[in-house]
Structure formats: C-alpha cells, structure tokens
C-alpha cells in the first residue's frame, strides 16, 4: 500500500484533462479521490461515472473525457492492479496511427504530460515571410484557419481575439428626440420655457433631432451535432456581443429552444458556459429548426425583436424534420425583424449549394447568406453591420437561382 501509485496516476491524468483544455485544479483531484473510496474499484463502469461526476460539468466536455479516459487507463488488467493498489506509472505510447484517432487537443495534451514516450519526429521548419519591418507573425495564418482544426493552443489564441472583437451594428433613428445645437427642426417646449425664464419679448428658438441608437441583436444558434465543431467558437463569439453592448438577446436550440442570455452576461466566461451547459438540455442532439423557430416566434418575437432588431440565425441548415413548417415560420421570423442574417459554417466548402430541405426553406427569407467558421468571417460579419441596414443583398438572389 505504501508503494502504491493510484494518487499519482490519478494526478497526471487530472493533468491531461486541464491540458486539454477542461477546468481541473486541486481541488477536483481530492474530489476524485474521494469519490474513488466511495464506489470502490470492483468495475470500471464505476470507475468511469465517478470520474466523469467529478471532472465533467458541461455536456461539451463530455467527449474529450471520454476519449482521454480510455486512452489514459486502457491497460487490460487495470482493474486488478487498481484493487492491489499497485497502479505502475501508465504511459501514453501513442503510435502514429492511434494518435491520428485522437483529437488534436488530447493528442498535445498526452505529448505535454509524457514527452518521453512519443516518437520524436523532425518537426518541419517553419517558413516566415519578413516585411519591411522585419518582423513576422502567425495572425494572418490564424485569422483564415476553421474552428474545427485548430489545435488546443491555436483556439484559445482564437479566443482571445474574440474576446476582443467588437460588433458595431448602424445605428437607427428612433421616435425620441434629443436636444441639439445646429439648426433643423424646433423645440418649441424648450424654447418656450427659456423664453419664461428669461422674461424676454423674443422666443430663443432651441433646436431638436432624432436620437439614434444600435438596434436590438437577437442570436439564434445551432448547438446539435452536426454544429458540435463550431458551437464552442460561437458561444464564445455570443458572450462577447453580450458583454460589449446592450440590448442582445441569444438563443440556443436544438431539438428545443432555450433562451441563455442571463448566463452569457456573467463576465468570466467559463463561469458563463459551464451554466449554459446546465441549462441546454440537447447539447449534440438532433435538429428541429420549424419547430424551435415556432416557439421562438410564439413566445419571444414580440418581446426581443421591437425597435428594428438585428437577427443572427447560425446554422447549417440540416433539419431532421425535413423542413416541416420551416418555411412558414422563417417567413414570420423575417417579417418580425429589420434584418435577418443566416450564418452557415457550410458555406466554407467551395461546392456547397444550399440544396437541402432545410436550406431551401429558409433561403428565400435571409438578407445576407454568410459562412461563420473562422475569425476572419466573424470580422467580415462586424464590418457588414457596422454598413447601412437594408434588405435583400444581390449575393442572395444569386443562391436562389442556383436552387431553383
């Protein structure tokens, strides 16, 4: 017992988790521990679930623990060795191929915690470009490369620069006035109370002009399997809008419609995600875009989309309902809003033509049709707001002629 290595085995692959990117400290390794004494060592089912209890808080994190507990405790006699308390060290011998089976996060993740295990390969030499200046940098690089193969470090430098991003939306004016120096239309009220105060004979002529303020911004993401790659970015990109300005309302759906924008406007942002993903229930589900779109128009049009709102619906458009009501409700949706923007990570692929059910459904009711699936489409997407608001834009009209 006293040479026994269950605690640092236990370590290294809390280690592993947090290198992969899941929020594990200390404090979830004496937890792990004691959740260990509590279902004993008899199964590795038991083994599995108490450990995932500990370590695993949101539906997202689900699969990368998953996979990194049977890559860390594969050994075919773990659970005799378990009980004999006699765990030796486990080392990750990734070979080539098993490493290509694993996701690049938990493939860096296992390299960083055992380095001397791996098959040392000559890393190919970077090749940069010096500009006058003769400095260099990756950014470039990062700003066109999609969400789903970026590495672990790569995300969250992508992360940061979203965190960063600012998403000017065009102002519009409103039915207040305010009060204004230059000469346009009176304001009779104040100029007639100067008048008073003053005691003159002549009416001070005051001016006035209409207010103008941003928008509301309504987000209605995809969160179902088929969306699982992008999800992360987007909510991140989400907790950004909502934390920069007011007035943004996001939505998730699934197989059903949560409204999450309270949790997105708690400042950290891991706090903010791990209560989102208490609250969606169909995280990696399936998809019913009708009849999500249904409750939404039912139950929060009129609430979130008054004052010439702004919507972004983000999805790729495969509805495993074949598109049933689809059409009818995006129709309402896009007569409820000022502008209706579809964001489709699809988009990225040089074939893709929205031929689907679903696709087909809702092009003919979009304003903008647009890709969201690096930094560079979200920048694009801030510039497209930051212009004059209006309807129909010619590159729609050109992806309903390829449908029809």
Same mark, same amino acid.
């Given at each position: 017992m006293a040479e026994g290595r269950l605690v640092e085995n236990l370590m290294l692959f809390a280690r592993t988790l947090r290198a992969a990117g899941m929020p594990v400290g200390p404090g979830r390794v004496l937890e792990a521990i004691r959740a260990m004494q509590a279902v004993g060592l008899e199964r590795r089912d038991d083994l599995y679930w108490a450990l995932h209890a500990v370590f695993v808080n949101r539906k997202d994190q689900q699969p990368l623990f998953?996979?990194?507990?049977?890559?860390?405790?594969?050994?075919? #006699?773990?659970? =005799?060795?378990?009980? &004999?308390?006699?765990?030796? !060290?486990?080392?990750? *011998?990734?070979?080539?191929?098993?490493?290509?089976?694993?996701?690049? #996060?938990?493939? =860096?993740?296992?390299? &960083?915690?055992?380095?001397? !295990?791996?098959?040392? *390969?000559?890393?190919?030499?970077?090749?940069?470009?010096?500009?006058a200046a003769l400095t260099w940098s990756n950014k470039d690089v990062l700003q066109t490369m999609d969400f789903e193969k970026m590495s672990r470090a790569e995300m969250e430098e992508a992360k940061r620069a979203i965190e960063r991003l600012r998403l000017p939306v065009n102002q519009i004016r409103t039915r207040r006035f305010r009060p204004h120096h230059a000469p346009g239309r009176a304001d009779m009220r104040r100029s007639l109370r100067e008048a008073l105060r003053a005691g003159r004979d002549s009416i001070p002529i005051k001016w006035r002009r209409q207010r103008r303020r941003p928008p509301p911004l309504v987000i209605i993401c995809d969160v179902s399997g088929s969306m699982a790659q992008y999800s992360r970015m987007v909510l991140h990109f989400m907790h950004a809008v909502t934390n920069d300005r007011d007035r943004v309302h996001a939505f998730v759906f699934g197989t059903r419609l949560t409204n999450i924008t309270r949790y997105l406007r708690?400042?950290?942002?891991?706090?903010?995600?791990?209560?989102?993903?208490?609250?969606?229930?169909?995280?990696?589900?399936?998809?019913?875009?009708?009849?999500?779109?249904?409750f939404f128009n039912r139950d929060w049009s009129r609430r979130v989309l008054g004052q010439g709102a702004v919507v972004l619906l983000i999805t790729d458009g495969l509805d495993r309902d074949n598109a049933e009501g689809l059409q009818r409700e995006m129709e309402r949706l896009h007569k409820s809003c000022r502008r209706l923007i579809w964001l489709n990570p699809l988009l990225r692929y040089e074939g893709y033509a929205p031929k689907s059910q679903g696709a087909q459904a809702m092009m003919p009711h979009v304003d903008e049709f647009r890709s969201v699936h690096n930094l560079e489409s979200l920048r694009e997407l801030a510039d497209a707001l930051s212009r004059p608001i209006s309807r129909r834009q010619e590159g729609v009209s050109e992806w309903l002629q390829m449908i029809e």
């Amino acid at each position: 017992m006293a040479e026994g290595r269950l605690v640092e085995n236990l370590m290294l692959f809390a280690r592993t988790l947090r290198a992969a990117g899941m929020p594990v400290g200390p404090g979830r390794v004496l937890e792990a521990i004691r959740a260990m004494q509590a279902v004993g060592l008899e199964r590795r089912d038991d083994l599995y679930w108490a450990l995932h209890a500990v370590f695993v808080n949101r539906k997202d994190q689900q699969p990368l623990f998953d996979q990194a507990f049977h890559v860390f405790w594969r050994n075919p #006699r773990i659970l =005799e060795r378990l009980t &004999q308390m006699l765990l030796p !060290e486990v080392r990750a *011998e990734l070979d080539r191929t098993k490493q290509e089976e694993m996701s690049r #996060r938990l493939a =860096e993740a296992m390299q &960083q915690e055992f380095p001397g !295990e791996q098959q040392e *390969e000559e890393a190919p030499e970077e090749e940069y470009e010096f500009d006058a200046a003769l400095t260099w940098s990756n950014k470039d690089v990062l700003q066109t490369m999609d969400f789903e193969k970026m590495s672990r470090a790569e995300m969250e430098e992508a992360k940061r620069a979203i965190e960063r991003l600012r998403l000017p939306v065009n102002q519009i004016r409103t039915r207040r006035f305010r009060p204004h120096h230059a000469p346009g239309r009176a304001d009779m009220r104040r100029s007639l109370r100067e008048a008073l105060r003053a005691g003159r004979d002549s009416i001070p002529i005051k001016w006035r002009r209409q207010r103008r303020r941003p928008p509301p911004l309504v987000i209605i993401c995809d969160v179902s399997g088929s969306m699982a790659q992008y999800s992360r970015m987007v909510l991140h990109f989400m907790h950004a809008v909502t934390n920069d300005r007011d007035r943004v309302h996001a939505f998730v759906f699934g197989t059903r419609l949560t409204n999450i924008t309270r949790y997105l406007r708690t400042k950290d942002v891991d706090e903010a995600l791990e209560k989102v993903g208490q609250a969606v229930t169909d995280w990696q589900g399936g998809t019913r875009i009708g009849q999500c779109l249904h409750f939404f128009n039912r139950d929060w049009s009129r609430r979130v989309l008054g004052q010439g709102a702004v919507v972004l619906l983000i999805t790729d458009g495969l509805d495993r309902d074949n598109a049933e009501g689809l059409q009818r409700e995006m129709e309402r949706l896009h007569k409820s809003c000022r502008r209706l923007i579809w964001l489709n990570p699809l988009l990225r692929y040089e074939g893709y033509a929205p031929k689907s059910q679903g696709a087909q459904a809702m092009m003919p009711h979009v304003d903008e049709f647009r890709s969201v699936h690096n930094l560079e489409s979200l920048r694009e997407l801030a510039d497209a707001l930051s212009r004059p608001i209006s309807r129909r834009q010619e590159g729609v009209s050109e992806w309903l002629q390829m449908i029809e």
